[in-house]
């Protein structure tokens, strides 16, 4: 990646997705791309990696936790693992790469969720800021690392350092058709985007869940229910004058200073 004839930062993040699909973009390569990459984001930004495609791994016995020391040189996202803010993967990903062993029954609910969050918190343990687990109907796991990691990245919420929370999954009406292709796609943007605003301190209302109340993050609080999820992102409310506002509109109204400086006052 040569990032020499961008001297200034352009964009507020980077998002990478299926690294296991990609075998030239692999190892230290991902390593750079993330290194190199992070140089052209405002405030360092925000790096996102998406997993897919994740292979099956020989374990030394079933059932065990990967090592901390042979998940850190993992072949295609070892590395990397120290550059990424947020990654995401699904239950079944999450298996494969560290060997915890989900009973999945009526019973184990909450050894399940033990379990997860054991083997999220290797990925924790590898420098990655925060590690998302999706769950398909049982919802997902958020898991977020120290004050001082997040001190790392500035464009992350601080609010959410040594917070973690498992959110159940939001209930459609019945009958309702279902595809979920791209279902990860659209939570791990939502995740990036609801961390791009909440470092803001920006909160805006939902239209699928009016009920829930609006309240100003600061960076001191450490409840659980400080990281927002795809699920509880709030989107579609309103300015103090009234006007509706967007991610996009925060967004600009955040870095409209240094995009001026950078269009030279170009309007168009």
């Given at each position: 990646v040569d990032t020499s004839a961008m001297s200034t930062?352009?964009?507020?993040?980077?998002?990478?997705?299926?690294?296991?699909?990609?075998?030239?973009?692999?190892?230290?390569?991902?390593?750079?791309?993330?290194?190199?990459?992070?140089?052209?984001?405002?405030?360092?930004?925000?790096?996102?990696?998406?997993?897919?495609?994740v292979p099956e791994i020989s374990l030394v016995r079933a059932g065990?936790?990967?090592?901390?020391?042979?998940?850190?040189?993992?072949?295609?996202?070892?590395?990397?693992?120290?550059?990424?803010?947020?990654?995401?993967?699904?239950?079944?990903?999450?298996?494969?790469?560290?060997?915890?062993?989900?009973?999945?029954?009526?019973?184990?609910?909450d050894e399940d969720e033990f379990t997860i969050a054991k083997a999220a918190d290797l990925f924790l343990q590898c420098g990655v800021a925060i590690v998302a687990v999706t769950r398909g109907r049982k919802g997902s796991y958020v898991a977020c690392n120290t004050a001082?990691?997040?001190?790392?990245?500035?464009?992350?919420?601080?609010?959410?350092?040594?917070?973690?929370?498992?959110?159940?999954?939001?209930?459609?009406?019945?009958?309702?058709?279902?595809?979920?292709?791209?279902?990860?796609?659209?939570?791990?943007?939502?995740?990036?985007?609801?961390s791009m605003l909440r470092h803001t301190g920006k909160v805006i209302t939902s239209n699928l869940n009016k009920s829930t109340e609006s309240q100003t993050e600061t960076s001191d609080r450490k409840d659980n229910s400080a990281v927002s999820t795809a699920n509880s992102m709030k989107i579609g409310g309103s300015s103090s004058t009234g006007k509706k506002m967007t991610p996009y509109a925060l967004y600009m109204r955040e870095n409209f200073v240094t995009l001026k400086q950078q269009c030279k006052n170009d309007k168009k």
């Open positions: 930062p352009l964009y507020g993040a980077l998002l990478f997705g299926y690294p296991h699909l990609m075998p030239l973009i692999q190892g230290q390569a991902l390593a750079r791309l993330f290194h190199e990459g992070r140089k052209v984001l405002l405030n360092r930004g925000i790096i996102a990696l998406d997993l897919n495609g065990a936790l990967r090592s901390l020391n042979d998940l850190r040189h993992d072949r295609v996202i070892g590395p990397a693992l120290q550059h990424v803010d947020i990654l995401h993967m699904n239950e079944d990903e999450l298996v494969l790469l560290t060997g915890c062993n989900i009973l999945d029954t009526k019973d184990s609910e001082e990691r997040f001190g790392q990245t500035p464009a992350l919420p601080s609010s959410w350092a040594n917070c973690s929370v498992h959110m159940p999954a939001t209930a459609l009406p019945e009958g309702t058709q279902l595809n979920t292709n791209g279902a990860g796609d659209a939570y791990t943007s939502g995740l990036l985007v609801a």
